[in-house]
C-alpha cells in the first residue's frame, strides 16, 4: 500500500502522539515492585480469619468485603484457575475492568504491590500477598 504524503504526515503524527502518551504513562507506572512474597504462606495470624469456605471446582461463592478487610484464596488441588468477578458494593454499577487493571500498570500480571481497577479508574482491589507468581488477568 502506497500513501500520499499527507498520509504518511498524519501517520507519524500519530505515532509521534503515542509515543509521547506512552512515555507520560510510564513515567507514572512504579518503577519498581516489591519482590514475590515468598512461598512459606500469607501471613495472617489464624485468630484473625474469620471464615472458611471449600469451593468445588465449577461452583461459585459470593461474599461482600470491607476496607481493610483481606481475602485468601487457596487453590488445593492447583488444576485449575480462580475466576474473580467484582462490583463496588456501594454502586453496583462499578465492576471490575481486566483491561484498565493490564492498561494503567503496564502489565497483565497480578502479583503484591498491584491493584485492581474498576470501570470508573478506582481500585477496586489490591494484591497484598502471592504466593504462587502466576496470576494472570486474562487467562488465570
Known sequence: MILTEQEQA???ANRQRYEHH?????QQ???ALP???PRDGAPIAE???IHRETVPGGWYWVTKL???EALRVVNTSGTACVSLQAWNAHDTSERLNHADTIKVQWAATLRKGRVILSDMGR???????DTSGAHDTMVG
Open 66 to 68: 470491607a476496607r481493610g
Open 10 to 12: 498524519e501517520v507519524e
Open 123 to 129: 481500585a477496586l482491589l489490591s494484591v497484598i500477598q
Open 22 to 26: 506512552k512515555a507520560l504513562g510510564q
Open 29 to 31: 507506572a512504579p518503577k
Open 35 to 37: 519482590p514475590p512474597t
Open 47 to 49: 485468630d484473625a480469619i
